[in-house]
């Protein structure tokens, strides 16, 4: 029978020393190094263990360490488990060498990475952000410190749940992580990795009905007839707002990425970056005004200036201009004494709201605003011809620029 010992290793220059693996079987002793690092006054010299005082300022750093070190203890057991049953040469080093194997095989923190990676590999890279953030989260909450997969269970998630409500994030943004975390757990089931503990069952992954985020005419006519020429960042803010509106609220990353070429006999022809969709768009006077302002010079493929083709890391560039928009937007939403916070997304509500109050067909406006939906109205949705939604769209912007 293998034997594991924790041991607390103290150098004489420092109070903080590390914790490490005393491996025995038949009496040949191996050491195995751990990344925890401890003050002397946290070990039990006595007990071999972490002191875990509620009192200390550490102490949930302390819990999850003493946690991790028992779910170690029990994967050397199952490491040599494994080689008695696969009849292989036990020996303290084939132990130890099973034991880092399991370790990184059942890593959460090893899978969530191979997982955004992979999303990285098929150009999914807005997909990818999105899980990097929640891994960043998560790692946070877990104080860098790893966790095996099989060992996400629900009492973890709730604690991950508080953790997030302590930082004051919103029922949403909660759900964002949760629901994120989740679809890593479902792969990793799929993967044959775990079995199913339904870690999720007790917390929350629903979204929460959002607060209005559409304009009313009268603000949008207000917004239009501002004048910022003191401030050509603001002025470059409302502009790409307006053209959004215009463009039945095309989303601010599908503007960043517009080409030339997608623009060909009075017809602006786009792929979504979310869904790859492609829509097609009757260009209009209102649109080429504001491409007037800002069209990018001739050796630029982008048709606006947003991007600059000669710079790399285009995706870079992209969340940079977003995040200095959606800014100078918030400022004019505060000098137009808005209620909510005034960003890009608010005119892709602006135009869905406004084409409901005019009688437009729901099924018109779910296509011209390339969403998807339930399969039956999908079904339904692609039976409409792109001169209804030109024409829909022709409405609203002659009811804008009355």
Same mark, same amino acid.
């Given at each position: 029978?293998?034997?594991?010992?924790?041991?607390?290793? &103290?150098?004489?220059?420092?109070?903080?020393?590390?914790?490490?693996?005393?491996?025995?079987?038949?009496?040949?002793?191996?050491?195995?190094?751990?990344?925890?690092?401890?003050?002397?006054?946290?070990?039990? =010299?006595?007990?071999?263990?972490?002191?875990?005082?509620?009192?200390?300022?550490?102490?949930?750093?302390?819990?999850?360490? +003493?946690?991790?070190?028992?779910?170690? %203890?029990?994967?050397?057991?199952?490491?040599?488990?494994?080689?008695?049953?696969?009849?292989?040469?036990?020996?303290?080093?084939?132990?130890?060498?099973?034991?880092?194997?399991?370790?990184?095989?059942?890593?959460?923190?090893?899978?969530?990475?191979?997982?955004?990676?992979?999303?990285?590999?098929?150009?999914?890279?807005?997909?990818?952000?999105?899980?990097?953030?929640?891994?960043?989260?998560?790692?946070?909450?877990?104080?860098?410190?790893?966790?095996?997969?099989?060992?996400?269970?629900?009492?973890?998630?709730?604690?991950?749940?508080?953790?997030?409500?302590?930082?004051?994030?919103?029922?949403?943004?909660? +759900?964002?992580?949760?629901?994120?975390?989740?679809?890593?757990?479902?792969?990793?089931?799929?993967?044959?990795?775990?079995?199913?503990?339904?870690?999720?069952?007790?917390?929350?992954?629903?979204?929460?009905?959002?607060? %209005?985020?559409?304009?009313?005419?009268?603000?949008?006519?207000?917004?239009?007839?501002?004048?910022?020429?003191?401030?050509?960042?603001?002025?470059?803010?409302?502009?790409?707002?307006?053209?959004?509106?215009?463009?039945?609220?095309?989303?601010?990353?599908?503007?960043?990425?517009?080409?030339?070429?997608?623009?060909?006999?009075?017809?602006?022809?786009?792929?979504?970056?979310?869904?790859?969709?492609?829509?097609?768009?009757?260009?209009?006077?209102?649109?080429?005004?504001?491409?007037?302002?800002?069209?990018?010079?001739?050796?630029?493929?982008?048709?606006?200036?947003?991007?600059?083709?000669?710079?790399?890391?285009?995706?870079?560039?992209?969340?940079?201009?977003?995040?200095?928009?959606?800014?100078?937007?918030?400022?004019?939403?505060?000098?137009?004494?808005?209620?909510?916070?005034?960003?890009?997304?608010?005119?892709?509500?602006?135009?869905?709201?406004?084409?409901?109050?005019?009688?437009?067909?729901?099924?018109?406006?779910?296509?011209?605003?390339?969403?998807?939906? =339930? %399969?039956?109205?999908?079904?339904?949705?692609?039976?409409?011809? &792109?001169?209804?939604?030109? %024409?829909?769209?022709?409405?609203?912007?002659?009811?804008?620029?009355?």
């Amino acid at each position: 029978m293998v034997t594991v010992k924790l041991k607390f290793r &103290s150098p004489k220059a420092t109070s903080v020393g590390s914790i490490f693996y005393q491996v025995i079987y038949k009496r040949v002793v191996r050491q195995v190094t751990t990344s925890f690092r401890i003050a002397s006054e946290e070990w039990d =010299e006595g007990k071999g263990c972490i002191i875990t005082s509620p009192s200390s300022v550490r102490s949930e750093y302390l819990e999850i360490i +003493s946690k991790e070190l028992s779910h170690d %203890k029990q994967l050397f057991a199952q490491a040599y488990d494994n080689l008695l049953a696969s009849e292989c040469l036990v020996s303290v080093d084939s132990i130890v060498t099973e034991f880092h194997r399991l370790k990184a095989s059942l890593s959460f923190f090893n899978y969530m990475e191979h997982t955004i990676c992979l999303y990285h590999k098929h150009m999914k890279a807005r997909t990818a952000e999105t899980y990097s953030a929640t891994y960043n989260s998560f790692r946070r909450f877990r104080h860098d410190v790893d966790i095996a997969l099989c060992h996400i269970d629900s009492e973890l998630m709730l604690d991950y749940e508080r953790f997030l409500k302590h930082n004051y994030l919103s029922h949403n943004s909660i +759900s964002f992580y949760m629901k994120h975390l989740k679809a890593v757990y479902r792969r990793a089931l799929e993967d044959g990795l775990i079995e199913d503990s339904r870690p999720f069952r007790r917390v929350n992954t629903s979204i929460a009905p959002t607060s %209005k985020r559409a304009l009313s005419l009268e603000t949008i006519h207000r917004l239009m007839d501002m004048d910022l020429s003191h401030s050509p960042s603001k002025c470059f803010a409302r502009d790409l707002f307006l053209f959004s509106l215009y463009t039945r609220g095309m989303p601010f990353i599908d503007i960043a990425y517009l080409e030339k070429k997608d623009l060909r006999y009075g017809i602006l022809t786009y792929r979504r970056q979310k869904t790859n969709q492609q829509l097609e768009i009757h260009w209009e006077q209102c649109m080429q005004q504001i491409l007037q302002k800002y069209k990018s010079d001739n050796s630029s493929p982008f048709l606006f200036s947003i991007i600059n083709h000669q710079e790399e890391n285009y995706r870079r560039q992209y969340l940079n201009a977003s995040t200095l928009i959606n800014r100078q937007l918030k400022k004019i939403g505060e000098m137009l004494h808005l209620a909510q916070p005034l960003t890009m997304y608010c005119a892709r509500h602006s135009w869905a709201s406004i084409a409901r109050d005019e009688g437009i067909p729901i099924s018109v406006i779910s296509k011209g605003m390339g969403h998807d939906s =339930e %399969k039956t109205t999908q079904i339904y949705l692609s039976s409409i011809k &792109s001169d209804i939604i030109d %024409k829909a769209n022709r409405k609203i912007l002659q009811i804008l620029n009355k």
